[in-house]
């Protein structure tokens, strides 16, 4: 008999049923077979859309969650409630009115301020970064619209977010402590489409928040041109966005139970989004990868430990959901947290944060890994947003499994993100590594209590 | 003297002016410094923005080519009034009201109807392409809205507009005579960002207009997974655009004197856009491609033919500048015709309409070409919108310099139709090629009447 004939003669009676492989391989199942993380990105996607928190929608996907975790067979599936602070979009333009009248693609920022109806007319002033808009002086700033520009690139590891994000992130607080009207930033984000991104930004207390609103990179850059020829730049800004006070919220927990009392494995992803698209890579695929993973150990036998999934509420608008959690169990025993909230692009990288004695739980994880094409990093992991606050309550262990961002910030808080930037393949790829994790840290018996030096 | 050495002493004395080449190559030296074809690009979008046809922004777009083509030195610069029927967009939204309830991204077509400011609410019947809307009885769609589907993909010679774009040429009208409410449509691109395509539709005498809109293609696919889960779908749509009635629009038109009375070239481009972008690659790359070519030409010495620049107005809703062209110039002889409006990115075919007796023109040109990466194609060259009135007129002879349409329909009627798409480098390609053409078409003194049989 040829080795071939033998293969097929083998795949036959496979196919009848009529033998069994000795050893189900869930990793390469993932990797070639898993629908499970598609399934729920598609279904979250199509059947709730953009689930912004404190809204509706966040609820209806509460509901769909609590049933598609149900339906797939978890334990101990149920929401768990919390109020929030809501802030909801409202109408959005910008127009240059002098000296080349033309529109301009912008969105507001989360907690931004509103104009009146009729809008905002201002002369813009402008910054090439946050660091001039803090060294400008007070009155040169005064009833005008900040225009604050920056450098960011895409990156593999996302490291330009942080550094140049901070535009963002406190740009506005910034200008309105110096009195400005209004300010526009050129959006914290990597594509050349007319869709800006959104994203939260904060005022502190006591400073009155002021219209903000972000450009898409190619209205920045126009808007750039037009202020280089030298005349003052006059800009109509409607932004009308409101606060509508506490609103419902909530995490959606489910769990793979353990055949022991060791401490769970808490592995999160978050279940709102952004408004303006349908939150596929951000963080449907979060949400996929994990629960799809978990399953996968589940399908192999029951673990040591409980696995904990936690599809955070509310994370995009100041992790409340982390927050209600970490407050909710903060008393309950942890033995390590891990989050999936950067896209749906392949892992490449994994970062431990582990006590010394499991030196070759790390070992033995980067090397069933490395087929999957992740190398080991070299500084610690530092976890997730919603796994932050649980994190920081009992100082756990922490596995990161990182993901490729050298798109992750063209889609990122944009209508953009919808399904079809999923890449099958690669989501894959993170099911099959975040199943070879969760099968072996689930099953490790041994503590994972830092050493205090940690 | 080494060989290098020469060559450096006659860069020196040329850069000190102390000597002139014998020949300058004007076609080298579009190619690698040409800067007014950007400069044209850059100055349209940045200081005129989108320009619709028959809007105060096509006026002053008419106002800034008239100072620009002046500045540049050409002859007989003028503008050409005529009136058009104006239509402009209103408020638009789309969002799905059952089952899923979720927002949609759309935008009007060009002639759409209109609804009610509070919206049109009506089930959606879905068709797979523009036949099956055709094939579908009356009584099925009376009062729904028709969402038309397509299988439009990227080609370099753009044939798949041809091919699929009938869901937006005709589908409109064909919906409203078999009573649809409304009618939406997958837009005619090939991008997957939350950008629909605009265009005009058109709705035949006695057919009364409705509301006819674009989704972008994410959309478009989200709808149809939502409508394949087997439950009726409600749609709410707000289209509110208007007619606004006959209003001033123009050619702009300019020259490069010929040293002889033989018939004119006529080149074009058109100066109107949609206003959802900045018309940057349709169509200011195109005007600037045929400027900086003339200019070249120009530079070299008087052509013995007269060179005709045609900065056509109105070309996107009606073709109405290339229509004012053809009257008022019907009697006066043309010898042949180009366009550019297929974006800036470079030229890859040269088509032909010549007459037997010039066969060796088109021999000399193809050799002038193929140096630029081009090949000659085997069909006759069919012309471009604008300069099709006048060549149907005189039965004139083509030369089509064909362009990469690989990317064209991502951007085309898009708000993403902005500077940051035009790659220099492939636009410097296209004013070679077109500057290899009109060196040697308008220095050609046999006649270009076609034969009779053409």
């Known amino acids: 008999?040829?080795?071939?004939?033998?293969?097929?003669?083998?795949?036959?009676?496979?196919?009848?049923?009529?033998?069994?492989?000795?050893?189900?391989?869930?990793?390469?199942?993932?990797?070639?077979?898993?629908?499970?993380?598609?399934?729920?990105?598609?279904?979250?996607?199509?059947?709730?859309?953009?689930?912004?928190?404190?809204?509706?929608?966040?609820?209806?996907?509460?509901?769909?969650?609590?049933?598609?975790?149900?339906?797939?067979?978890?334990?101990?599936?149920?929401?768990?409630?919390?109020?929030?602070?809501?802030?909801?979009?409202?109408?959005?333009?910008?127009?240059?009115?002098?000296?080349?009248?033309?529109?301009?693609?912008?969105?507001?920022?989360?907690?931004?301020?509103?104009?009146?109806?009729?809008?905002?007319?201002?002369?813009?002033?402008?910054?090439?970064?946050?660091?001039?808009?803090?060294?400008?002086?007070?009155?040169?700033l005064k009833g005008k619209i900040a225009f604050v520009n920056h450098a960011m690139q895409r990156t593999q590891d996302g490291s330009s977010y942080g550094a140049f994000g901070g535009a963002r992130f406190i740009g506005p607080n910034v200008a309105a402590q110096k009195g400005a009207a209004a300010i526009v930033i050129r959006s914290a984000g990597t594509d050349y489409h007319r869709n800006p991104h959104t994203g939260n930004t904060n005022f502190e207390t006591g400073v009155t928040p002021i219209p903000a609103g972000a450009l898409s990179l190619p209205d920045a850059e126009n808007l750039l041109r037009m202020i280089k020829r030298g005349k003052p730049v006059m800009l109509k800004l409607i932004l009308t966005p409101q606060n509508i006070g506490m609103q419902p919220s909530g995490n959606v927990i489910a769990e793979v139970k353990g055949s022991t009392d060791l401490p769970p494995i808490v592995i999160a992803c978050h279940l709102d989004s952004w408004d303006l698209g349908t939150g596929a890579f951000d963080d449907a695929a979060g949400c996929g990868i994990i629960t799809a993973a978990a399953l996968k150990v589940k399908e192999t036998g029951m673990p040591k430990r409980t696995i904990r999934l936690l599809w955070a509420g509310a994370e995009e608008v100041g992790i409340w959901g982390g927050k209600a959690y970490g407050e909710k169990y903060k008393n309950q025993p942890h033995a390590l947290a891990m989050e999936s909230d950067f896209g749906a692009d392949r892992i490449w990288r994994v970062d431990f944060k582990l006590p010394v004695s499991a030196e070759q739980l790390g070992n033995d994880i980067a090397a069933a890994l490395a087929p999957l094409g992740i190398s080991r990093g070299t500084q610690p992991a530092g976890g997730g947003a919603d796994v932050g606050p649980i994190i920081a309550a009992q100082n756990l262990a922490i596995i990161d499994l990182q993901q490729d961002g050298t798109r992750y910030f063209d889609l990122h808080h944009t209508p953009d993100d919808t399904l079809d930037k999923v890449d099958k393949m690669q989501l894959r790829q993170n099911v099959a590594a975040w199943t070879a994790v969760l099968g072996l840290v689930a099953n490790y018996e041994g503590s994972l209590a830092l050493d205090s030096k940690l």
């Open 1 to 140: 008999m040829k080795k071939t004939d033998l293969l097929f003669t083998g795949l036959f009676l496979l196919s009848m049923g009529l033998i069994t492989p000795a050893i189900a391989d869930p990793v390469h199942d993932a990797l070639y077979k898993d629908e499970v993380a598609w399934d729920i990105v598609e279904g979250l996607t199509t059947e709730v859309g953009p689930r912004q928190a404190g809204t509706e929608a966040e609820t209806r996907a509460r509901i769909w969650s609590l049933a598609k975790l149900k339906m797939l067979g978890f334990d101990n599936v149920r929401i768990e409630n919390y109020q929030m602070p809501t802030w909801v979009r409202g109408e959005e333009s910008a127009e240059v009115l002098s000296p080349f009248p033309q529109k301009l693609a912008v969105t507001a920022l989360g907690n931004s301020g509103s104009t009146s109806a009729n809008g905002l007319e201002a002369e813009l002033v402008y910054f090439d970064n946050l660091a001039e808009l803090q060294a400008v002086d007070d009155d040169q």
